[in-house]
Nanobody, 128 residues
């Protein structure tokens, strides 16, 4: 049974930085790509970032490129999302996502259909 548990959400002001963390368990972590998605109230869940199993390949949504950085620590079974220059439009529930293979492209190209496992989410609120 794969489990993904997010942490690190909260209330911040515009321009602040925050790091989300996701702890994974239940399978060989380095064999699988990981990602982050978000869902704002009344909107569909959308892709934010993905990282390959080795950590060498990363993809980002255009809306966060240059501000967010996805990383992973395979020794600790952790994936992170460093978020800088936060904007009110970044307000959403953020979900950790586990892919079905090592390549991040599947998550990037197929969005939610490319995800095999989901965390329960952590809420980020950015005030103006």
């Amino acid at each position: 049974q794969v489990q993904l548990v997010e942490s690190g959400g909260g209330l911040v002001q515009a321009g602040d930085s925050l790091r989300l963390s996701c702890a994974a368990s239940g399978r060989t972590f380095s064999n699988y790509a990981m990602g982050w998605f978000r869902q704002a109230p009344g909107k569909e869940r959308e892709f934010v970032a993905a990282i390959s199993g080795s950590g060498s390949v990363r993809y980002y949504a255009d809306s966060v490129k240059g501000r967010f950085t996805i990383s992973r620590d395979n020794a600790k079974n952790m994936v992170y999302l460093q978020m800088n220059s936060l904007k009110p439009e970044d307000t959403a529930d953020y979900y950790c996502a586990g892919g079905g293979d090592t390549t991040a492209w599947r998550i990037k190209s197929q969005s939610t259909k490319g995800v095999d496992y989901w965390g329960k989410g952590t809420l980020l609120t950015v005030s103006s």
